[in-house]
């Protein structure tokens, strides 16, 4: 009885508490948008522990009534809106302004379902979509490239691919992968990116130096990768690629892990395996043509809309076998090789690799942080660290057998900053500034003199763009950007080298120590570089748009082009640089016409581009070395133009079948004497015939035909040599390019539902169907073999 009035009591007491508390205070406030301060409308509020809603009103404003002092936690929503919580303390009326970002779609996952121009762009813009890049998981980044019109590679063999955009490649184009420009020594024609394609979700090709934001430098174009985008939820999924080719025996894996969280939190881990023994053409097999690559990376970081940062590491290793038939001792092995119809080493098939080869590992390791301001815009920051170890391995005995003939470590540390004013939707600008130190290391124990030396580097840049709408059917864009480039090189040069290049009376001053037959010297080099870009697009009619552009560019010579002085063994040639070398500078015009309506997709694209001081490398004769002679290459420079055509076309002939063609003509030449540019990409026509059934499993077929004709604009760089094992005069012929060709290609898929969460993907493919021989114009390995022959491969993916 006891027990029972005291419990009487106690809840007597709180009830009066309760009935003494004030609950008459009024709780207001306005929610606006993040990003231009506009009224939020329709937004739902909730007192959790309540059961007190609220709606806010065309001007963004709502009311709570009769609330009791004391802490609540309110709840904000709004569809497209990242939900709020906050806690607040109320102790009289209270009026509060918040604010909710309704761009939230920026932070989520983009998905995109073909591959097209952006015409709303004022750049000759091409993406890549994410279900392309896994089709070409087991190839490389200049493979995927090639679906693009304009875009080319420049291959040695088929395992080392570099891109080609409108006749331009290596140091004229700027490849950025998650933010971070690639240093990886691109100066070399055999120099592929090492990028695995697996870390990209998305890929864009800018053609021409209008992308400023990256780099004033870019006279050919921008490659952009970007990762995946995650949507702000709490969930677990992932996916693993297995592929299998005939040819080259071999295969690749890919896996991919990734955990979110709607607070923001995110990790992601992939890695990616490319074993491949020798390949083969049609007729015979490539010898010491296989491959070997490992790739890992990994991503972490918080991603709200008002700010976040993201951590990321990522590692490529490849091991790579260049055609054992490649490799010349000398100039008569050179003439026998080109007037050979078939390789010089043909051996049975093999997983081994052996020399000649290459072997090259890449880190990287970026951090970065953005930060939003209300009314402002967006400010980003990051330091990025690469380093990229490159050996090239030559065919040696003794000792120094199992040494590489290059070793080249190269370091780069960067940082950069940049602001988006991007509060006024209508004008929009950016600024940003970026600096980076390079220090490249030439291992002077490989026991060969030094193709390139040791040398520091420093860039510099500063660059402003601004975006205009001036219509509702037109957008302008205008940059300008400014680069500071300093490098200081210390190079042994051979006392006669140096006299023989007329240095002794243009550069004694550069000489820091006499050792015998050799000068040490210390060239301190130093460039300015202005780039800009003006575009403007007008939407004509909801169908056709046409877009104009200019981009004046400025590219420091690099410091192959500058130093280089010795035999590049991989190359098989005596590479001569030029301490005289100014930096190019480009002029390039573009228009591009658009069609699209909903069967129908049209894109042309026209350019212009005139180049001062267009830096090339061209044979000039011969040279005597201790191991015999050798094709003598310098770097030269001279004023030229390069202009063409690009052309798409997207056909919807039915539900089910679509037509597709890319079509691209490049031509260049040298301004003073109409002289052809050597490595221009040969006309290419490739037509492709879809089927698609979305009803049955998604299965589509695809065949494909590709068209490259004969390159007959060539420069004649043919010599004569005295072969003294033959006792004649013989023609070395580098210049005449092979015959055109046609090849067929065949590619299926098809998608099976294995549970709610989990498919299976399943494609196949036949490339080179009809196993045509062929050798490609821009493939340095074509003096000595055919191209690839029929390829059979077969790849699944399982999404879970």
Not at 276 to 301: K, V
Not at 783 to 788: E, H, I, V
Request: charged share 20%; with cysteine.
């Amino acid at each position: 009885m006891i027990k029972l009035l005291c419990k009487f009591v106690f809840a007597m007491c709180i009830t009066t508490s309760a009935l003494a508390q004030d609950c008459q205070i009024s709780f207001k406030g306005k929610i606006t948008d993040f990003h231009d301060s506009t009224p939020i409308v329709g937004a739902s509020l909730k007192i959790e522990n309540s059961n007190k809603y609220a709606i806010t009103d065309f001007d963004g404003l709502f009311e709570f009534k009769n609330l009791c002092e004391g802490k609540i936690t309110l709840t904000i929503e709004h569809i497209s809106c990242e939900t709020k919580k906050v806690t607040i303390n109320l102790n009289r009326d209270t009026f509060k302004d918040f604010t909710l970002e309704h761009h939230i779609e920026d932070l989520e996952e983009v998905v995109i379902t073909s591959t097209h121009n952006v015409t709303s762009n004022t750049t000759q813009t091409t993406e890549i979509d994410n279900k392309t890049i896994e089709e070409y998981s087991g190839k490389s980044l200049g493979d995927a490239l090639n679906n693009v019109a304009g875009v080319s590679s420049i291959n040695t063999g088929n395992s080392i691919v570099k891109p080609v955009i409108n006749g331009l490649h290596s140091s004229r184009i700027i490849v950025m992968t998650n933010g971070v420009r690639l240093q990886d020594q691109d100066w070399g024609i055999e120099h592929a990116p090492n990028i695995d394609i697996n870390n990209a979700d998305k890929i864009t090709v800018v053609k021409g130096a209008n992308s400023l934001e990256f780099g004033g430098d870019a006279i050919g174009g921008v490659i952009v990768l970007e990762p995946t985008k995650y949507v702000l939820k709490d969930s677990l999924f992932g996916k693993t690629i297995v592929g299998l080719q005939s040819n080259g025996r071999g295969g690749n894996l890919h896996s991919s892990i990734t955990k979110t969280s709607k607070k923001g939190w995110f990790v992601n881990a992939k890695t990616t395996l490319k074993r491949f023994g020798d390949f083969n053409s049609p007729d015979y097999n490539l010898t010491n043509t296989g491959l070997s690559s490992t790739a890992f990376s990994i991503q972490s970081g918080l991603k709200k809309y008002e700010s976040g940062f993201t951590i990321d590491y990522s590692f490529v290793h490849n091991n790579i076998g260049i055609l054992s038939a490649s490799h010349i001792g000398n100039l008569d092995d050179l003439v026998t090789a080109i007037n050979n119809k078939e390789p010089l080493i043909i051996e049975d098939f093999s997983y081994d690799i052996n020399a000649p080869k290459q072997k090259v590992n890449h880190h990287i390791i970026k951090a970065s942080y953005y930060k939003r301001f209300k009314n402002l815009g967006k400010l980003d920051v990051q330091y990025d660290f690469q380093k990229n170890q490159r050996f090239e391995f030559d065919i040696r005995v003794g000792d120094d057998k199992d040494k590489a003939a290059i070793d080249l470590d190269l370091t780069t540390h960067s940082i950069s900053s940049s602001f988006d004013f991007n509060n006024n939707l209508d004008q929009t600008y950016k600024v940003g500034i970026k600096a980076g130190y390079q220090n490249n290391f030439a291992n002077p124990l490989t026991g060969v003199r030094r193709l390139i030396p040791d040398y520091d580097k420093i860039d510099t840049g500063i660059f402003a763009i601004g975006n205009f709408t001036l219509s509702d059917n037109t957008t302008a864009n205008i940059g300008v950007r400014y680069d500071y480039n300093y490098i200081d090189a210390k190079k042994f040069y051979l006392k006669s080298r140096w006299t023989e290049r007329g240095y002794d009376t243009e550069f004694n001053d550069l000489i820091i120590g006499d050792f015998t037959t050799q000068w040490l010297v210390n060239p301190k080099l130093t460039f300015h570089n202005v780039s800009a870009s003006a575009g403007i697009v007008y939407q004509v009619n909801d169908k056709n748009a046409v877009l104009f552009n200019y981009g004046l560019s400025s590219r420091a010579p690099n410091a192959s082009e500058l130093f280089s002085d010795g035999l590049h063994h991989s190359a098989s040639r005596i590479e001569l640089g030029d301490l005289d070398l100014q930096q190019e500078v480009s002029n390039r015009v573009s228009s591009t016409y658009t069609y699209q309506s909903n069967d129908t997709r049209i894109s042309t694209e026209v350019f212009f581009n005139n180049i001062h001081n267009f830096i090339y490398l061209e044979p000039t004769g011969i040279e005597q070395t201790i191991r015999g002679a050798f094709p003598v290459w310098e770097y030269r420079a001279t004023n030229a133009s390069l202009y063409g055509i690009d052309f798409t076309w997207q056909q919807k002939i039915n539900d089910a079948f679509t037509f597709n063609n890319k079509s691209s003509l490049t031509f260049g030449y040298e301004t003073k004497t109409n002289r052809d540019l050597i490595d221009i990409p040969a006309p290419s026509f490739k037509n492709s015939l879809e089927y698609r059934n979305k009803k049955w499993h998604q299965l589509g077929v695809r065949l494909e035909s590709e068209l490259v004709l004969k390159q007959i604009n060539y420069p004649d760089n043919n010599f004569s040599v005295y072969l003294p094992t033959q006792d004649i005069d013989a023609l070395v012929d580098i210049s005449s390019t092979p015959s055109g060709y046609h090849l067929l290609h065949l590619h299926t898929d098809a998608v099976f539902q294995l549970s709610k969460k989990t498919d299976l993907q399943i494609s196949a493919g036949v490339t080179n169907l009809l196993n045509t021989r062929y050798r490609n114009n821009l493939n340095r390995l074509r003096y000595y073999a055919d191209d690839l022959g029929r390829n059979y491969s077969l790849q699944l993916k399982i999404n879970y």
